[in-house]
C-alpha cells in the first residue's frame, strides 16, 4: 500500500485494484512529468533558503530531481502505471534514488497547488504554441492576399452573390479573425502567469515560505493572491478552451469555403495534391479531405468547451476531485488546434487561384447593381428612390435574361433620364471594386493599407512570442543550471 499511494497512513485496508485504475490520472498527466519535476527543483531550493529543510537533504533532492528531468527529456523516465498519477511517480521515484530525504521534498506544499502550478507551468507553453502557429498561418494568408489584390471575385452575403471584391481582400478578413485569435490567446497569458505553489490545500501553510521567491525561480510574474481560490482556478484552462473552440471556428469556415471554392460549380481555386484524397471507387475524384477534417474536428473541440464548462459549474471551493478531468479536455483541444493550424498554413500557401475564373462568376448576380443606385445619387436620386429604379432594372433584366452590362445606355434611361453614357464605366466590376476607397473597404489602396496594418500587428505579437520564449530559456537555464 505504502508503495502505491502517498496518502496510505489514514487508511486500514488497501483500496481496490479498480479504484486505483478508476481514479488514476496519468494517462493524462503524463504530460506534466517536466513542469513536475521543474516547479520541486524550485520548492526545494525555497525550502532551503527559508531553513525548512536541512540544506544538505535539499541539495540531495535538487540532484535527485536534475537526473530525473535529464530522463524525461530523454523520454527514458519509466512511468509505474500502478501509481495514480505522475506526482507520485516522481516522488517515489526520487526517493528510491536518494532515500529519506526525499521525504522532505513535500514539505509545505499539497498535491492541490502542485497540480495548479505545474497545469499553469504546462498551458504557457501551450499558449505559446498555438500562438506561433496562428501566426505562421495570418503569415500565408498574408502573403495570398498581396498575390491577389487585384483578382476580382464576388463577394457573397447568404452565399448569394452580393458585391464585387478582390480576393486579397477576402483573405484579409480571415487574416484579422486570426489576429484575434492571438490576441486573445496573448491576452489570457498574463491571467495564466501567476503562481499557486505554496498555497497548499487550501489555506496556505504554517511554514515560513516564500512563495515569491518559487514564483520568480518558475518564471511567474507574481503568486496568486488566495490559497483558495490558487487550488480551484481553472479560468486560465477555460480560457483557453474557449479560444481554442473559436480558433476551430474560424478555421472551419475557412475550411467550407475552400472546399465550397475547389468545387466544379464554384472552381475558384485548385487545392494542392499533397492537401487532397482520391476515391477508392471513383478515378476521377479529387477530395478537399484536409479542409473537410479541419472543418469536422471543430465539433470535438466545442465539445471539450462544454466539458470545462459543465465540469466547472457548481463546484464548491476549494479543491475537488472532479478537477482531475480538466486536463484531458484541455489537452485534446491543444493537440486539435495545433495540429489543425499545422495543416491549414501550408494548404493556404500552396492554392492555385483561378482569377479568370473568379472574374468570369463576376459577371452572374448582378453585382454591380448597388454601384448603379450609387451612380444615379451621384445624379441627385434620392437613395431609397434610386434603390427602387434599380431594383426594377434588375427585373427587367430577369425577364429578358440579360446582365445590366448589355443593356443599352438607352434602354438604361428607360428607368431614370438621369442615367448618362458614363454610365458604362461606372459600373464595369472593377471599377465598383477600386472605388471602394473607404478605410476598410476592398479597393487595391485600402486593401494595401490593411496588410500594412496587420503586418505591423503581428510584428508585435511575433515580439511577444519570441520574448516570451526567450525568457523562459533563461528562467529555466537559471533554475536548473545553477
Known amino acids: 500500500m505504502s508503495q502505491k499511494v502517498l496518502w496510505s497512513g489514514r487508511f486500514s485496508g488497501t483500496p481496490d485494484e479498480g479504484t486505483i485504475a478508476f481514479t488514476s490520472s496519468l494517462s493524462v498527466d503524463a504530460m506534466l512529468a517536466w513542469y513536475d519535476a521543474v516547479g520541486s527543483v524550485a520548492h526545494a531550493k525555497m525550502l532551503i533558503k527559508q531553513k525548512i529543510i536541512p540544506a544538505a537533504d535539499g541539495e540531495k533532492i535538487i540532484n535527485g530531481l536534475r537526473d530525473i528531468i535529464s530522463l524525461i527529456e530523454e523520454d527514458s523516465f519509466d512511468l509505474n ?3 495514480e498519477d505522475v ?6 521515484s526520487l526517493t528510491e534514488s536518494i532515500g529519506e530525504a526525499g521525504g522532505r521534498l513535500h514539505t509545505a506544499r499539497s498535491r492541490n497547488d502542485q497540480v495548479a502550478t505545474d497545469f499553469r507551468m504546462f498551458m504557457r507553453d501551450v499558449v505559446m504554441d498555438t500562438a506561433e502557429l496562428l501566426l505562421v498561418l495570418q503569415g500565408a494568408l498574408i502573403e495570398k492576399a498581396k498575390l491577389n489584390i487585384n483578382t476580382v471575385m464576388p ?22 479573425k486570426i489576429q484575434r485569435d492571438v490576441d486573445r490567446l496573448l491576452d489570457s497569458y498574463k491571467r495564466l502567469n501567476v503562481c499557486p505553489l505554496g498555497s497548499a490545500a487550501l489555506a496556505g501553510s504554517t511554514y515560513p515560505i516564500d512563495r515569491h521567491m518559487t514564483a520568480q525561480l518558475l518564471g511567474f510574474d507574481g503568486p496568486t493572491q488566495n490559497a483558495m481560490d490558487s487550488v480551484s482556478d481553472r479560468d486560465f484552462a477555460l480560457e483557453y478552451s474557449f479560444c481554442a473552440a473559436l480558433i476551430m471556428d474560424h478555421l472551419s469556415s475557412m475550411s467550407e ?10 472552381g475558384f ?29 471543430t465539433a470535438s473541440v466545442t465539445g471539450n468547451l462544454m466539458t470545462m464548462l459543465m465540469l466547472l459549474k457548481g463546484l464548491p471551493l476549494s479543491y475537488n476531485r472532479d478537477l482531475q478531468e480538466d486536463k484531458g479536455a484541455v489537452i485534446a483541444s491543444y493537440e486539435t488546434v495545433t495540429s489543425c493550424l499545422g495543416m491549414m498554413a501550408p494548404m493556404v500557401s500552396t492554392i492555385e487561384v483561378k482569377k479568370q475564373r473568379m472574374l468570369a462568376a463576376t459577371s452572374q448576380g448582378f453585382l454591380n447593381a448597388t ?15 434610386a434603390h427602387e429604379i434599380v431594383g426594377n432594372v434588375v427585373r427587367h433584366c430577369i ?14 434611361k428607360k428607368f431614370s433620364p438621369k442615367i448618362g453614357k458614363e454610365v458604362k464605366d461606372f459600373i464595369s466590376v472593377e471599377s465598383c471594386m477600386n472605388r471602394r476607397t473607404s478605410y476598410g473597404g476592398t479597393s487595391p489602396k485600402s486593401v494595401d493599407a490593411q496588410i500594412d496594418v496587420a503586418e505591423e500587428i503581428a ?14 530559456v533563461k528562467v529555466w537555464n537559471d533554475l536548473l543550471r545553477s
Open 81 to 83: 502505471e500502478t501509481l
Open 87 to 92: 506526482h507520485t511517480n516522481i516522488e517515489f
Open 155 to 176: 463577394g457573397f452575403t447568404h452565399v448569394q452573390h452580393a458585391q464585387p471584391v478582390s480576393f486579397g481582400f477576402h483573405l484579409m478578413a480571415h487574416v484579422f
Open 257 to 266: 469555403e475552400l472546399v465550397l471554392w475547389s468545387s466544379q460549380e464554384f
Open 269 to 297: 481555386i485548385e487545392i494542392a495534391d499533397a492537401y487532397s484524397t482520391g476515391s477508392s471507387i471513383m478515378p476521377q475524384k479529387k477530395n478537399p479531405d484536409v479542409a473537410e477534417l479541419i472543418r469536422g474536428r
Open 371 to 385: 454601384d448603379l443606385a450609387d451612380y444615379l445619387v451621384t445624379k441627385g436620386v434620392p437613395f431609397r428612390q
Open 399 to 412: 425577364n429578358v435574361n440579360k446582365r445590366i452590362d448589355d443593356l443599352s445606355t438607352a434602354e438604361l
Open 459 to 472: 510584428i508585435g505579437q511575433v515580439e511577444f512570442c519570441d520574448a516570451e520564449r526567450n525568457r523562459m
